[in-house]
């Protein structure tokens, strides 16, 4: 992004987490808008078109979740990274957010506000590197079959090949987050 400030949408009902990352992150020299709710972000983000939404999930009038798929009705909202934030953690909603297309699920509490501020950050990286991995080379066999992912790293989605995305988290020491991606429609895996 340059230069210029990201512009993070923080959709919480929650007054004092949503003040707390909005002070977080402003701290981190983003420009920040708050909403109440989904409803509320909806209109925000239609309106003042953020980079980003970090959304909690359980909210009145509109659910985080909820919220992430009028967004994606919206053509111009539809392309704005969505990133969940929440306090459980439940698998099924790491699960629901992922088939939603959320950028990332931060479960509150188990990353510090530097950390978060990263994460948000790195969605915004140009640097992402894609590997091949081959299923049958090294200890990939036994990365795919702790994974579950299927011995032949075929796209759950629409069948092509899966690579790993990676990006640099922390240059200096040589600290790399991934995911597995599919080569053809780029959904996460």
């Known amino acids: 992004m340059g ?13 004092s987490i949503r003040e707390m990352y909005a002070e977080v992150f402003s701290g ?38 909820s919220l992430m798929e009028a967004l994606k009705k919206n053509v111009v909202t539809g392309n704005i990274p969505v990133i969940i934030s929440s ?10 957010a ?5 950028k990332d699920f931060i479960i ?20 992402e590197y894609r590997l091949r991995i081959y299923p049958d080379v090294l200890d ?5 079959e702790e994974m579950r992912m299927g011995a032949e790293l075929k796209c759950k989605y629409c069948g092509a090949d899966l690579v790993l995305a990676i990006k640099p988290t922390d240059i200096k020491n040589h600290i790399f987050s991934s995911k597995f991606i599919c080569s053809q429609c780029k959904k996460q895996n």
């Open 87 to 96: 306090h459980m953690g439940r698998e099924e909603d790491q699960k629901k």
């Open 28 to 65: 981190a020299g983003f420009e920040v808008m708050e909403a109440i709710d989904g409803l509320d972000g909806l209109d925000k983000a239609t309106k003042d078109l953020p980079d980003v939404v970090f959304s909690g999930i359980i909210m009145p009038r509109m659910d985080g979740f």
């Open 140 to 144: 990939a066999k036994k990365m795919v």
């Open 108 to 127: 509150t509490g188990y990353y510090t506000p530097r950390e978060i501020v990263n994460r948000v950050k790195d969605l915004f990286a140009e640097n």
């Open 3 to 15: 230069d210029k400030k990201i512009k993070i949408l923080i959709v919480d009902d929650d007054d």
């Open 98 to 102: 992922r088939e939603l297309g959320a």
